[in-house]
């Protein structure tokens, strides 16, 4: 049973920083890319950023220069630095992994997601 966990939620005021984790755990082959998405009320889920198993990333035009991406393989766990969050940035936010289990193929799995709160 594969399961993402995400943790570093919370309300900070604009111009401030929380950083995200995701943890994936239970039977792993491997892990492929990695990423964020966030979802804001009375809006469609948009992608945040992406990191690729060898490190390469990619960001929303909206966050590039103030979230950064970042894995560690050997904890199965992506982090999401957020710098100078803005009000906009407010949303759940959802950890989602490409993920081939122990004997199965790979698909995707979503964490629970997480708070983040922004306050002008």
């Known amino acids: 049973q594969v399961q993402l966990v995400e943790s570093g939620g919370g309300l900070v005021q604009a111009g401030g920083s929380l950083r995200l984790s995701c943890a994936a755990s239970?039977?792993?082959?491997?892990?492929?890319?990695m990423g964020w998405y966030r979802q804001a009320p009375g809006k469609q889920r948009e992608l945040v950023a992406v990191?690729?198993?060898?490190?390469?990333?990619n960001y929303a035009d909206s966050v590039k220069g103030r979230f950064t991406i970042s894995r560690d393989n050997a904890k199965n766990t992506v982090y999401l630095q957020m710098n100078s969050l803005k009000p906009e940035d407010t949303a759940v936010y959802y950890c989602?992994?490409?993920?081939?289990?122990?004997?199965?193929?790979?698909?995707?799995?979503w964490g629970q997601g997480t708070q983040v709160t922004v306050s002008s």
């Open positions: 989602n992994a490409d993920i081939q289990p122990l004997l199965l193929r790979s698909r995707d799995y």
């Open positions: 239970g039977s792993i082959f491997s892990i492929n890319a």
């Open positions: 990191i690729t198993s060898g490190g390469s990333t």
